[in-house]
C-alpha cells in the first residue's frame, strides 16, 4: 500500500528543508576546505561524508516529527473522544495510540515473536499464506498481525484466530510507536508489500529489531512520488535488513530509491501462493444452498468494481440479461461504503435486488438475479460460483485488482487496461492464456456476449490459469526462509527492550 496523503504531504516539506540543508551541509564543507590543510583534506571530507549522511538522517526524523505535530495533537483529543463516545472504537484508538492489555498480547510470551504488519484486506491475504509457510518450516514461533483498517482488522481476526494475535498498526507518532515497541517487544519486524513509516521503523532500528520489506512492490504510478523523495527514502531504506522484491522491476525501483543492493534480493510474488488449495469445491456447493442457485443459469460476478465501473458494469450486466434472462449479476464493490450507489442505479432502473449478507444468514430466500455484496472477505469465495469474472480497478486508472483469486477457481478473467499494480500476475495469466484484457466498456460487453455463447472454450482457458499457479506455494517458503534467515536468536535486541518496564 502507498504512503497516505498525510504523509505526502509531510514528506513534500520535509524534502523542501532537506534540500536547504544540503545546501547547508555543501557550504559548510568548502568552507572546511579552505581552512584545513592540504595534507588533512582527503579525511576531512570523509568525516564530512559521514557527519552529512548522519545528518540527512536526524534532520529528516526531526523535520518529519515537526510535520506531524499537527496530527498528534489533532488525534489525542479525537482518540479520547471515541473512547468515550464511541465504545466500539474506544479498543481501536487505544492500540493506535499504543496502548494494549496483556490479554490481547498473549502470544507475547512465545519467542521467538515475529510481528508481521498487513494494512488491509489484500495484505491480510498475503499474512495468511506466509504464516502458513512459517508454520510448516517454525511452528513454535509467536505471531503478531497488525492492520490500519477495521476492515482487514475485522477480516484479520476471523481468517488468523488461534493462529495470531491481531492489533492495530500504531499512529506514527514517536510516543505511539515507543510505546507499542515496548509493549510487544517483537525479535523480528516483517512489512509486506510498501510500508515506509519512519518513526516506526527508525524506532524498530534503534532499538535493534531486525526489519524486512517482504512481498515488496513499487508500483509505475506511485514510482514517481518516490522517486521525487529519493533523499528521505533512502534514509528509510538503509535500516532494512533485506528486502525481498515481487520482480526484477521492483528491485531496480526500490535500488534507485536508496536501498543498499545487497540487501535487495527478487523472490517472487506471494500473492496467489495457497489460493489453489483454498478453492475447495464443497465449500461452492454449501454457497450455492445459501444462495437457492442452481448450477444451470450463468452467473457474472464483478469484483471490487470502483468509480465509473459501478454504473458500467451494471449497465453490461442489463445489455447481457436481455439476451439471457437467467444471467445472475453479483457485484462487489471495492468499498462497501459504495454500495448505496449500486442500490440507487439499480433502484432508478426498476429492477429488485437482493444484499448479501440476508440471503447467506438465511434471513431472506433469493427472489432476484441481482445480488450485491455487503461483506467483507467474502469476494474468493463468491469467485468460486461464477461463469464470467471481471475484475475492477482495471476499466478506470486505479491499478486493478487481485486477478488471481478468480484463477485459483480454475475461471478465466476479464479486466481492463489499468493493472499497474498486478503486472506480475497480469503476465502469468496471459501467458497461460487465462487472462483477457479489454480496452473499454464496450469491448468487454462484447467479449463476455461472446463467451457467454461459448462457454467450453472459456473454461479452457480458465484450467490453463489454475495450473500457472501451482507452484506458487514455493515463493512462501522462500520468503519464510529469508524471515528465519534474519531472526535474531540473541539476546541483545531483547534485551534493550526489557530494560523498560511494560505497562
Given amino acids: 500500500m502507498s504512503i497516505s496523503c498525510v504523509q505526502q504531504k509531510m514528506w513534500g516539506m520535509v524534502s523542501l528543508r532537506m534540500g536547504e540543508a544540503k545546501a547547508s551541509l555543501k557550504s559548510t ?8 590543510p592540504a595534507d ?26 515537526v510535520g506531524m505535530l ?18 466500539e472504537k474506544a479498543e481501536r484508538w487505544r492500540q493506535r495510540l499504543g496502548f494494549h492489555s496483556q490479554m490481547t498480547l498473549h502470544h507475547r510470551l512465545r519467542r521467538p515473536l515475529v510481528w508481521i504488519h498487513a494494512v488491509s484486506v489484500g495484505e491480510v491475504g498475503v499474512a495468511s499464506t506466509l504464516l502458513d509457510a512459517l508454520n510448516r518450516v517454525r511452528p513454535d514461533l509467536g505471531i503478531i498481525v497488525s492492520t490500519t483498517t477495521p476492515h482487514g482488522q475485522e477480516l484479520a481476526r476471523r481468517k488468523l484466530a488461534g493462529r495470531a494475535t491481531c492489533i492495530y498498526f500504531p499512529l506514527d507518532l514517536i510516543v505511539s510507536v515507543r510505546r507499542t515497541l515496548r509493549h510487544i517487544r517483537p525479535d523480528i519486524i516483517v512489512c ?15 532499538l535493534g529489531i531486525p526489519t524486512l520489506l517482504i512481498n515488496g512492490r513499487i508500483s509505475k504510478r506511485s514510482f514517481p512520488r518516490y522517486r521525487k523523495l529519493r533523499p528521505l527514502m533512502a534514509s528509510i531504506l538503509r535500516g532494512f535488513s533485506a ?32 489460493l489453489a488449495e483454498r478453492a475447495i469445491p464443497e465449500r461452492i456447493e454449501r454457497l450455492r444452498q445459501r444462495l437457492h442457485l442452481s448450477s444451470s443459469p450463468p452467473v457474472l460476478i464483478a469484483g471490487s468494481i470502483r468509480n465509473q465501473e459501478l454504473i458500467w458494469l451494471p449497465e453490461i450486466f442489463c445489455q447481457l440479461a436481455k439476451e439471457r434472462a437467467d444471467l445472475i449479476g453479483i457485484f462487489a464493490p ?19 435486488f437482493q444484499r448479501y449478507s440476508v440471503l447467506a444468514n438465511g434471513a431472506e430466500a433469493r427472489r432476484t438475479n441481482i445480488i450485491l455484496v455487503d461483506s467483507v472477505g467474502v469476494l474468493f469465495e463468491l469467485y468460486g460460483l461464477a461463469d464470467l469474472v471481471f475484475c475492477g480497478g482495471s476499466l478506470v486508472p486505479l491499478g486493478g485488482q487481485n486477478i488471481l483469486e478468480p484463477a485459483a477457481w480454475g475461471k478465466a478473467v476479464f479486466y481492463g487496461p489499468n493493472m499497474d499494480n498486478f503486472p506480475e500476475a497480469r503476465q502469468l495469466l496471459e501467458a497461460a492464456g487465462s487472462g483477457i484484457t479489454v480496452q473499454g466498456r464496450n469491448e468487454l460487453l462484447e467479449k463476455l456476449r461472446y463467451f457467454l455463447a461459448h462457454p467450453e472454450e472459456l473454461e479452457n482457458m480458465g484450467s490453463r490459469g489454475k495450473a500457472a499457479l501451482s507452484d506458487r506455494h514455493q515463493v512462501a517458503l522462500k520468503q519464510a526462509e529469508l524471515i528465519l534467515g534474519n531472526l535474531d536468536q540473541r539476546a541483545g535486541p531483547r534485551r534493550l527492550l ?6
Avoid at 29 to 36: L, M, N, Q
Avoid at 192 to 206: D, K, S, V
Avoid at 498 to 503: A, V
Fill in 29 to 36: 564543507g568548502a568552507r572546511v576546505e579552505k581552512s584545513c
Fill in 243 to 274: 528486502l525481498a522484491m515481487v520482480s526484477d522491476k521492483d528491485a531496480e525501483r526500490i535500488i534507485f530509491m536508496g536501498a543498499p543492493a545487497d540487501k535487495v534480493v527478487v523472490a517472487g510474488n506471494m500473492k496467489g501462493a495457497g
Fill in 40 to 65: 588533512s583534506r582527503q579525511q576531512t571530507v570523509g568525516s564530512q561524508r559521514l557527519t552529512e549522511q548522519a545528518g540527512k538522517m536526524n534532520l529528516f526524523r526531526f523535520l518529519y516529527n
Fill in 334 to 352: 471495492r468499498h462497501p461504503k459504495r454500495l448505496g450507489r449500486l442500490e440507487t442505479w439499480f433502484q432508478r432502473q426498476g429492477l429488485a
Fill in 192 to 206: 509486506l508489500e510498501t510500508e515506509l513509516w519512519p518513526n516506526f521503523l527508525g524506532e524498530a532500528h534503534r
Fill in 70 to 87: 499537527p496530527l498528534a495533537t489533532t488525534a489525542a483529543p479525537l482518540a479520547y473522544l471515541a473512547y468515550r463516545l464511541q465504545p
Fill in 498 to 503: 526489557s530494560e523498560q518496564t511494560c505497562e
